[in-house]
Each structure stands twice: as structure tokens, then as C-alpha cells.
């Protein structure tokens, strides 16, 4: 009797195993994209507070020009930030999708083993 529970205890894990591993590759992506986020949005938000500031400083007609000047290197950089973060973001994404069809390879594999 014994052995019959752990025999269905092993089949019990065996049936668990791909959930677990697809549920740590879950979290494992999560965290990256929690952090990738977080810093992303303080980068924007930096950049913001850097262009309020120099708004604020604005007390004369040249520094009104020194401002303006600078804002189309300012919105250039900020193109360039936007189009290296979605890049980034979809290099996640891929990344993951990967991971996901590794594991279901690897599962079904193990599947047709014990099923044969």
C-alpha cells in the first residue's frame, strides 16, 4: 500500500513539474520587466524634472533662446530613449516567448517518454 501512495505521489509531481517550472519562468520574467519599467519610468521622469528645471531658470530673453535651442537635442534624445526602450521591451518579449516554447519542447518531450 505504501508503495502505491508513492508511486501516485511521483505521478503527482511529474504532472506538477512543467506548471511549476512555467510558473518560475513566470515570475522570473515578471521581475524583469518590473525592474525594466521602474527604471524606465525613472529615466523619464529625471528627464522631465531636467526640463522643468531649466524652464525655471529662464529669467531673460537669452536664456529663453539657450532653451529653445536646446530642446530639439532634448527631444532627439528623448526619440532615441523611446524607440531603445520599445526595442528592449520586445527584446523581452521575445525573449520570453522563447523560454515558454523551450519549456513546452521540453515537456512534451518528457510527455512521450513516460507515455510510451
Do not use: C, H
Amino acid at each position: 500500500m505504501n508503495d502505491e501512495m508513492n508511486k501516485n505521489f511521483a505521478n503527482v509531481e511529474k504532472m506538477l513539474d512543467p506548471m511549476v517550472k512555467a510558473n518560475k519562468l513566470v515570475v522570473a520574467n515578471m521581475e524583469k520587466l518590473v525592474n525594466f519599467n521602474m527604471a524606465t519610468m525613472q529615466s523619464y521622469v529625471d528627464m522631465s524634472l531636467e526640463q522643468m528645471k531649466a524652464a525655471s531658470e529662464i529669467n531673460n530673453p537669452q536664456a529663453l533662446q539657450a532653451f529653445w535651442s536646446k530642446q530639439a537635442e532634448t527631444a532627439n534624445a528623448l526619440r532615441q530613449k523611446m524607440m531603445d526602450d520599445a526595442k528592449a521591451l520586445a527584446d523581452m518579449g521575445n525573449g520570453m516567448k522563447e523560454e515558454f516554447s523551450k519549456l513546452a519542447e521540453e515537456n512534451t518531450k518528457e510527455f512521450s517518454k513516460t507515455n510510451k
